[in-house]
């Protein structure tokens, strides 16, 4: 028996607090991760990641794609990026509030599914490897084919946005009991516990309920 080389990583991508706090997040599902690129929801999380090619295939080798992606992105299907993000965020947002999806957006996430996808093959020791020369288009059509299964499979009902207040980031639950409630424990989940404790153990007037900065 060979040693596996690597283990397998734990899902989710690691972010980053407006005040530099690490944390990893696991949104679910590969179209989500998309999401973590940018903020199209307003604060704290205004950056954007997407700035040229380059910042889409470390997307890409950051996500929850497997490794070794022989990955070269184009000026244009970075540009093409963008707009399938804003789409998904608009959809992920609707499907957290119940909402219909707006046509403009589906329209979106079905054109760039409808290009070939990533292209994955086996070795004649059975190693899984991705096939060479993969695009910019390829990933966004498997960005967007992630998103078809997730908005019409068995978890659409389950996107979720964060119950903290201040967080705008959205998940699928795909727990089996089904109530995950926070971005991350290590983030709102903790943040959570913190408040309700105080909540609990203050005095009025102490200040504590002021206490509102992150861990
Ligand atoms: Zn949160």
Same mark, same amino acid.
């Given at each position: 028996?060979?040693e ?11 972010? =980053?607090?407006? @005040? !530099?706090? %690490?944390? *990893?997040?696991d ?5 989500? &991760?998309? $999401?973590?690129?940018? /903020?199209?929801?307003?604060?704290p ?5 997407l ?21 070269v ?8 990026? =963008?707009?399938? @993000? !804003?789409? %998904?965020? *608009? ?7 119940? &909402?219909? $999806?707006?046509?403009? /957006?589906?329209?979106v ?11 994955a093959?086996v ?24 998103a ?7 978890n ?50 102490d ?9």
């Amino acid at each position: 028996m060979t040693e596996r080389a690597t283990e397998t990583p734990e899902p989710g991508m690691v972010l =980053r607090t407006p @005040r !530099g706090r %690490l944390f *990893r997040f696991d949104p679910g599902a590969l179209c989500l &991760e998309l $999401l973590l690129t940018s /903020d199209p929801g307003g604060l704290p999380w205004t950056y954007e990641t997407l700035r040229e090619p380059a910042d889409l295939v470390r997307w890409a080798a950051e996500s929850r794609l497997p490794d070794g992606l022989p990955l070269v992105v184009g000026d244009e299907e970075l540009e093409r990026a =963008r707009v399938l @993000r !804003g789409a %998904l965020w *608009r959809m992920t947002r609707a499907r957290a509030r119940g &909402e219909e $999806l707006a046509p403009a /957006d589906t329209q979106v996430v079905n054109e760039a599914a409808a290009a070939p996808p990533l292209v994955a093959a086996v070795t004649p020791s059975g190693e899984r490897v991705w096939a060479p020369a993969a695009t910019g288009s390829a990933l966004l059509s498997t960005v967007a084919r992630d998103a078809v299964e997730l908005f019409t499979g068995p978890n659409a009902h389950r996107v979720r946005e964060c119950e903290a207040v201040e967080c705008a980031l959205h998940f699928v639950d795909t727990s089996r009991p089904g109530r995950r409630r926070w971005c991350a424990m290590g983030r709102c989940g903790n943040r959570h516990k913190v408040r309700a404790h105080r909540a609990r153990t203050a005095l009025p007037g102490d200040g504590a309920g002021r206490a509102e900065g992150e861990a």
